[in-house]
T-cell receptor, first 114, second 113 residues
C-alpha cells in the first residue's frame, strides 16, 4: 500500500534562514513524488515533482526538493525563507501506474517570522 | 488554479437539503477528482473518474454522489445522508497518466446552517 508521512505539523523559521519541510513515503515500485502549496481558502498549487533522473528537483518560487531513495524521503527546501512562503505544504506520492491513486500527506504549516 | 473552475465559492445548506457543487475543466483531462478538506487537515478522496461515464468511490464516498456525463464536468452532490458536510471541497484533474501533475480548482466552502 502507498503512504506518505509529513512528520511535522508546523515548521517555524526566521526570514532569511534556510527551510526544510520533511516528507517520507512508502510505495511499491518507482515513486512519483509531488509538492503542493496551499494559501488560505485557496486550492492547492503545484510546486515541483520528481519522476526520474536528477535527484535534486527545482520548482517554483525558489523551492527545491531532494529525492533520496535509500531513505525514502523527498524533503522540500529553500535556501532563504520569505514571509510570503508562509502557507500549508503537502507532499504527495503516486506509484508508477496509471491505475494508482495519488496519496497526499497530512500537510505541514510553514510559518516564516520577520 | 489552472483551467479548473469551481462554483459557488461559498455555499450554505440547511439540514436535510441536497446541494450540488460544480467543477469544470478546460484542460482536456481525462481524470477528475473530488477531495474534502477539514480545518487544519489533509485531503481525503471522495470520488474520482478516469473516463467519461465511469467513476469510482474514494475513501469517504458515503453521503456523496457524482456524475461524469461530459469530459469537462464532474459535479458533486452532497446528500442529506452526509452527516457532517461542513468542509472545504476541492476538485482536481489530470491527464490520467501517473507521472502527470494533478491540478486543483479554487475550492468551494460548504457550511451547514
Amino acid at each position: 500500500a502507498q503512504s506518505v508521512a509529513q512528520p511535522e505539523d508546523q515548521v517555524n523559521v526566521a526570514e532569511g534562514n534556510p527551510l526544510t519541510v520533511k516528507c517520507t513515503y512508502s510505495v511499491s515500485g518507482n515513486p512519483y513524488l509531488f509538492w503542493y502549496v496551499q494559501y488560505p481558502n485557496r486550492g492547492l498549487q503545484f510546486l515541483l515533482k520528481y519522476i526520474t533522473g536528477d535527484n535534486l528537483v527545482k520548482g517554483s518560487y525558489g523551492f527545491e526538493a531532494e529525492f533520496n531513495k535509500s531513505q525514502t524521503s523527498f524533503h522540500l527546501k529553500k535556501p532563504s525563507a520569505l514571509v510570503s512562503d508562509s502557507a500549508l505544504y503537502f507532499c504527495a506520492v503516486r506509484a508508477g501506474s496509471s491505475a494508482s491513486k495519488i496519496i497526499f500527506g497530512s500537510g505541514t504549516r510553514l510559518s516564516i517570522r520577520p | 488554479d489552472g483551467g479548473i473552475t469551481q462554483s459557488p465559492k461559498y455555499l450554505f445548506r440547511k439540514e436535510g437539503q441536497n446541494v450540488t457543487l460544480s467543477c469544470e475543466q478546460n484542460l482536456n483531462h481525462d481524470a477528475m477528482y473530488w477531495y474534502r478538506q477539514d480545518p487544519g487537515q489533509g485531503l481525503r478522496l471522495i470520488y474520482y473518474s478516469q473516463i467519461v461515464n465511469d467513476f469510482q468511490k474514494g475513501d469517504i464516498a458515503e453521503g456523496y454522489s457524482v456524475s461524469r456525463e461530459k469530459k469537462e464536468s464532474f459535479p458533486l452532490t452532497v446528500t442529506s445522508a452526509q452527516k457532517n458536510p461542513t468542509a472545504f471541497y476541492l476538485c482536481a484533474s489530470n491527464s490520467g497518466r501517473a507521472a502527470d501533475t494533478q491540478y486543483f480548482g479554487p475550492g468551494t466552502r460548504l457550511t451547514v446552517l
